[in-house]
């Protein structure tokens, strides 16, 4: 026999001093002492957006919340806050072209070059521990009813806690974005076989070891201790898996607290956890608690020897006389039941590989406490106990006094934080886990930007003049192509999107004028598509129009005489409006639509034997010189191109453009369009993105109620003159608060952007270099002339050239032309 008593160890491992022992039900663990813990990651608002009353209102409804919890309850608020190095990859994007493919590399190389991008991620692990047995079965036979008596001691526990925090997510959703770590099920090898993960249990284990990937459980999952299979060394700095790991402790409270008062926290380019732990306690106990502790300072107030002789002397100690009324207003709180009280235990827990470089960003976090009026020390002796308290579901450890209640708890966690963005396009219709539509390096903690919100992405971009509108669109137009199958139909005024669109190979026309390639016009031939009955109405509707448009006033036999004609050419060989004319039989028809055919001033772009007009996937229409041709004149090219782009949306994803759209909102016809658009759209996969520098405008278009209510996502620009009058009522309308408004008001122009949607609320910059602003931000009159010379003289190759122009290094590299 081997002996092997000598390299067995009887004390206790790491393992042990973990409290986790099974999970007995979807996100339910079981620890060791019986209780029961269950967690949820959550999100609050925009900590830089929110208002001191809108912070307040938060603070309050979260004690109102956690005020119904008492005895045997335990609550433990977690940030974290982890290093973001991850930009979507070149295999998840689908550039079909050399120069977005440019452009997204190039950001993505600003992205990883610039260190320091961390982001925050917030959860709530809420604890149980049930009484004994023995207190809590006389209750269950008086009030249960006759099944719950046959249930044993373990299912009625289960079951009142889960009821219980059924009802916390409820009251907590009403102020949170929040959701429930579960366990899911994950199919294998084709469907041969399904492997369970559990989001509560990859999230202890972080916590433990400050790494996090998926954990897959058995079968059976119990004795589930073993996620702490990491090696841990106890000392004044303790050692976990060779990282360093430090404990700071938050020891000292200032006389008062206000929502969000260590919100600096949340925002250091550091990793660390940030761990608060609160243990609750029933209203007769808290009471209890504080009266011990009234007594002990009244005891202060007057000397021993006063006090043993009935004697009175001069000294009085008064910080003990004002304590002693605080610990009376505190009694009278807990007696009201409007707050609990309950042990506060707020710990920042860091890892790292060299003790010195831990000592340094320990150093950092221990000054900005103290900064805000907190005291704050870094643990040596107690570090280990510490480190093991901040543990989810930890009861034991480390527990720190005096009480506190709930109001204070709510001042204190992390609720508000910095919105990073979704990390994935939260559009369902789009393959599953597709990339944002853009991230960029935006101070310490990055931002994703979607337009998105579910399958609406319809967006309202506003901003004055100069303020770079033209620049924005540029570039939310280059990442859309990042998506496969993607197409973008704008509506420019000025070519601002010329570089652009010609150097990821669309088309751009200038309506009313010369083609890109300045030697060819645009015509159109509206008529040329007559098979369907969906098309014969289309075109006698819009033929309808055309007459109007000419002060006629239609009436039944109008409209019979175009249905006639129409029918008549669908099984004919021209289809030019010159054909409609020599064939329709009323005069009136005939002499109003002349100035639309080759006789009258509109035949240049209307009246085409065969349509010019071949649409690809990015497509813009610059229609600065049909504005000037008139409402006559612009309505009816609008509304045709407007159909042809309808008939496009198959479901792929698109995007449509409107650049100035004012001009647009201030015609009834275009006002019912985009209304329509606004509702029916989003079922087609297509998102509308409204630009406008008239604020007015939008208002008065008629259609602002669907407006705010169709286009979830609004992006607005600097604007100095949001606060004041007659400005700051329109962004009052569209739901922005006083510090919102501040925020447009003190922006950077050409360089900061606001963006607020249901999802969150953000303050971003885009982060532009010189590839990108090359063709998103290249409008002015000489760079567009040069750009044109240069395609001219050098067809696909010109961005190369042009790049080269304007000083970009290994410009032929870049864009690698296939």
Same mark, same amino acid.
């Given at each position: 026999?081997?002996?092997?008593?000598?390299?067995?160890?009887?004390?206790?491992?790491?393992?042990?001093?973990?409290?986790?022992?099974?999970?007995?039900?979807?996100?339910?663990?079981?620890?060791?002492?019986?209780?029961?813990?269950?967690?949820?990651?959550?999100?609050?608002?925009?900590?830089?957006?929110?208002?001191?009353?809108?912070?307040?209102?938060?603070?309050?409804?979260?004690?109102?919340?956690?005020?119904?919890?008492?005895?045997?309850?335990?609550?433990?608020?977690?940030?974290?806050?982890?290093?973001?190095?991850?930009?979507?990859?070149?295999?998840?994007?689908?550039?079909?072209?050399?120069? #977005?493919?440019?452009?997204?590399?190039?950001?993505?190389?600003?992205?990883?070059?610039?260190?320091?991008?961390?982001?925050?991620?917030?959860?709530?692990?809420?604890?149980?521990?049930?009484?004994?047995?023995?207190?809590?079965?006389? #209750?269950?036979?008086?009030?249960?009813?006759?099944?719950?008596?046959?249930?044993?001691?373990?299912?009625?526990?289960?079951?009142?806690?889960?009821?219980?925090?059924?009802?916390?997510? +409820?009251?907590?959703?009403?102020?949170?974005?929040?959701?429930?770590?579960?366990?899911?099920?994950?199919?294998?090898?084709?469907?041969?076989?399904?492997?369970?993960?559990?989001?509560?249990?990859?999230?202890?284990?972080?916590?433990?070891?400050?790494?996090?990937?998926?954990? @897959?459980?058995?079968?059976?999952?119990?004795?589930?201790?073993?996620?702490? #299979?990491?090696?841990?060394?106890?000392?004044?700095?303790?050692?976990?898996?060779?990282?360093?790991?430090?404990?700071?402790?938050?020891?000292?409270?200032?006389?008062?607290?206000?929502?969000?008062?260590?919100?600096?926290? &949340?925002?250091?380019?550091?990793?660390?956890?940030?761990?608060?732990?609160?243990?609750?306690?029933?209203?007769?106990?808290?009471?209890?608690?504080?009266?011990?502790?009234?007594?002990?300072?009244?005891?202060?107030?007057?000397?021993?020897?006063?006090?043993?002789?009935?004697?009175?002397?001069?000294?009085?100690?008064?910080?003990? $006389?004002?304590?002693?009324?605080?610990?009376?207003?505190?009694? *009278?709180?807990?007696?009201?039941?409007?707050?609990?009280?309950?042990?506060?235990?707020?710990?920042?827990?860091?890892?790292?590989?060299?003790?010195?470089?831990?000592?340094?960003?320990?150093?950092?976090?221990?000054?900005?406490?103290?900064?805000?009026?907190?005291?704050?020390?870094?643990?040596?002796?107690?570090?280990?106990?510490?480190?093991?308290?901040?543990?989810?579901?930890?009861?034991?450890?480390?527990?720190?006094?005096?009480?506190?209640?709930?109001?204070?708890?709510?001042?204190?966690?992390?609720?508000?934080?910095?919105?990073?963005?979704?990390?994935?396009?939260?559009?369902?219709?789009?393959?599953?886990?597709?990339?944002?539509?853009? +991230?960029?390096?935006?101070?310490?903690?990055?931002?994703? $930007?979607?337009?998105?919100?579910?399958?609406?992405?319809?967006?309202?971009?506003?901003?004055?003049?100069?303020?770079?509108?033209?620049?924005?669109?540029?570039?939310?137009?280059?990442?859309?192509?990042?998506?496969?199958?993607?197409?973008?139909?704008?509506?420019?005024?000025?070519?601002?999107?010329?570089?652009?669109?010609?150097?990821?190979?669309?088309?751009?026309?200038?309506?009313?004028?010369?083609?890109?390639?300045?030697?060819?016009?645009?015509?159109?031939?509206?008529?040329?598509?007559?098979?369907?009955?969906?098309?014969?109405?289309?075109?006698?509707?819009?033929?309808?129009?055309?007459?109007?448009?000419?002060?006629?006033?239609?009436?039944?036999?109008?409209?019979?005489?175009?249905?006639?004609?129409?029918?008549?050419?669908?099984? *004919?060989?021209? @289809?030019? $409006?010159?054909?409609?004319?020599?064939?329709?039989?009323?005069?009136?028809?005939? &002499?109003?639509?002349?100035?639309?055919?080759?006789?009258?001033?509109?035949?240049?772009?209307?009246?085409?034997?065969?349509?010019?007009?071949?649409?690809? *996937?990015?497509? #813009?229409?610059?229609?600065?010189?049909?504005?000037?041709?008139?409402?006559?004149?612009?309505?009816?090219?609008?509304?045709?191109?407007?159909?042809?782009?309808?008939?496009?949306?198959?479901?792929?994803?698109?995007?449509?453009?409107?650049?100035?759209?004012?001009?647009?909102?201030?015609?009834?016809?275009?006002?019912?369009?985009?209304?329509?658009?606004?509702?029916?759209?989003?079922?087609?996969?297509?998102?509308?993105?409204?630009?406008?520098?008239?604020?007015?405008?939008?208002?008065?278009?008629?259609?602002?109620?669907?407006?705010?209510?169709?286009?979830?996502?609004?992006?607005?620009?600097?604007?100095?003159?949001?606060?004041?009058?007659?400005? @700051?009522?329109?962004?009052?309308?569209?739901?922005?608060?006083?510090?919102?408004?501040?925020?447009?008001?003190?922006?950077?122009?050409?360089?900061?952007?606001?963006?607020?949607?249901?999802?969150?609320?953000?303050?971003?910059?885009?982060?532009?270099?010189?590839?990108?602003?090359?063709?998103?931000?290249?409008?002015?009159?000489?760079?567009?002339?040069?750009?044109?010379?240069?395609?001219?003289?050098?067809? +696909?190759?010109?961005?190369?050239?042009?790049?080269?122009?304007?000083?970009? +290094?290994?410009?032929?590299?870049?864009?690698?032309?296939?």
């Amino acid at each position: 026999m081997v002996a092997l008593k000598r390299f067995r160890t009887s004390g206790p491992s790491f393992a042990d001093l973990v409290p986790y022992a099974g999970l007995i039900d979807n996100g339910v663990l079981l620890l060791k002492d019986g209780s029961l813990m269950a967690g949820w990651y959550f999100a609050g608002p925009d900590s830089e957006s929110a208002t001191d009353q809108e912070r307040n209102e938060l603070s309050r409804q979260i004690n109102a919340v956690l005020s119904r919890l008492g005895s045997g309850w335990m609550i433990q608020v977690e940030a974290v806050r982890i290093p973001t190095i991850d930009y979507p990859s070149a295999g998840s994007c689908y550039f079909p072209d050399a120069v #977005t493919r440019a452009i997204d590399a190039e950001r993505r190389a600003h992205f990883e070059r610039e260190h320091g991008h961390f982001e925050s991620k917030h959860a709530i692990v809420l604890t149980y521990r049930p009484l004994e047995p023995r207190k809590s079965g006389l #209750t269950r036979y008086i009030y249960s009813d006759e099944a719950s008596r046959k249930a044993s001691f373990a299912e009625t526990v289960l079951h009142f806690f889960k009821m219980t925090i059924r009802e916390v997510e +409820q009251y907590l959703a009403n102020s949170l974005s929040i959701q429930r770590m579960q366990t899911r099920e994950i199919s294998e090898r084709g469907g041969e076989r399904t492997a369970r993960y559990d989001e509560l249990l990859q999230f202890v284990r972080f916590c433990i070891i400050g790494e996090t990937h998926p954990l @897959r459980i058995p079968g059976v999952p119990m004795y589930l201790d073993w996620v702490a #299979t990491a090696e841990l060394e106890h000392g004044l700095t303790p050692r976990i898996d060779n990282r360093f790991l430090a404990v700071i402790a938050i020891d000292g409270l200032p006389a008062e607290s206000w929502p969000g008062i260590l919100n600096s926290l &949340d925002l250091m380019p550091l990793t660390y956890r940030w761990s608060s732990r609160f243990v609750f306690l029933d209203a007769e106990e808290a009471r209890a608690r504080l009266e011990r502790t009234r007594k002990k300072w009244q005891q202060k107030v007057r000397p021993f020897f006063d006090q043993l002789f009935q004697t009175q002397s001069r000294s009085v100690d008064q910080d003990a $006389l004002s304590m002693v009324a605080e610990t009376e207003d505190a009694i *009278a709180q807990a007696s009201s039941q409007l707050v609990a009280y309950g042990y506060y235990t707020p710990v920042i827990v860091a890892f790292d590989r060299d003790r010195a470089a831990l000592q340094e960003k320990a150093e950092a976090i221990r000054r900005l406490i103290q900064a805000e009026g907190f005291g704050a020390r870094i643990e040596t002796l107690n570090a280990t106990d510490a480190y093991l308290g901040s543990l989810p579901g930890n009861w034991y450890c480390n527990i720190r006094e005096p009480l506190i209640n709930t109001s204070n708890l709510a001042d204190l966690v992390p609720l508000n934080s910095v919105w990073s963005g979704n990390p994935i396009a939260p559009c369902p219709f789009y393959p599953d886990h597709s990339p944002p539509l853009m +991230q960029v390096a935006s101070g310490s903690t990055p931002f994703r $930007l979607n337009l998105h919100v579910d399958d609406v992405g319809h967006t309202l971009i506003f901003g004055p003049t100069g303020s770079g509108k033209s620049t924005l669109l540029g570039l939310i137009a280059a990442q859309f192509r990042r998506y496969q199958s993607a197409q973008i139909f704008a509506f420019d005024k000025g070519n601002s999107l010329l570089p652009l669109t010609l150097a990821a190979g669309g088309d751009h026309y200038e309506i009313g004028g010369y083609g890109a390639d300045g030697a060819t016009r645009l015509a159109f031939c509206p008529l040329a598509e007559l098979e369907s009955d969906g098309d014969r109405a289309w075109a006698a509707e819009w033929l309808e129009m055309l007459v109007a448009l000419q002060g006629v006033a239609i009436s039944p036999n109008h409209r019979n005489a175009i249905s006639r004609q129409t029918a008549l050419m669908s099984t *004919a060989p021209g @289809r030019s $409006l010159s054909d409609f004319v020599s064939g329709v039989q009323m005069r009136e028809i005939k &002499d109003a639509l002349h100035h639309y055919t080759v006789d009258g001033p509109m035949g240049q772009l209307l009246d085409a034997e065969k349509d010019g007009l071949l649409l690809s *996937a990015f497509q #813009t229409f610059d229609i600065e010189q049909l504005m000037n041709l008139g409402e006559r004149n612009l309505v009816p090219v609008l509304t045709y191109l407007f159909h042809r782009i309808e008939k496009r949306l198959d479901g792929r994803p698109s995007l449509i453009i409107l650049d100035e759209a004012w001009l647009m909102l201030g015609h009834p016809v275009f006002r019912s369009k985009i209304r329509e658009w606004l509702k029916v759209l989003r079922k087609a996969n297509c998102a509308v993105v409204l630009a406008t520098q008239s604020i007015s405008d939008a208002e008065r278009s008629g259609i602002i109620d669907v407006l705010k209510e169709s286009c979830p996502t609004k992006i607005c620009l600097p604007n100095r003159s949001a606060r004041e009058p007659g400005t @700051r009522e329109f962004y009052e309308g569209i739901g922005f608060n006083d510090r919102q408004i501040e925020i447009v008001s003190t922006s950077i122009p050409k360089r900061e952007y606001y963006v607020a949607s249901p999802e969150g609320r953000r303050l971003f910059d885009m982060s532009l270099g010189p590839v990108a602003l090359s063709f998103v931000g290249a409008s002015g009159k000489e760079a567009l002339k040069r750009i044109r010379a240069l395609k001219s003289t050098h067809g +696909q190759e010109w961005p190369i050239h042009w790049l080269q122009s304007r000083g970009v +290094q290994d410009a032929a590299a870049l864009l690698a032309f296939e």
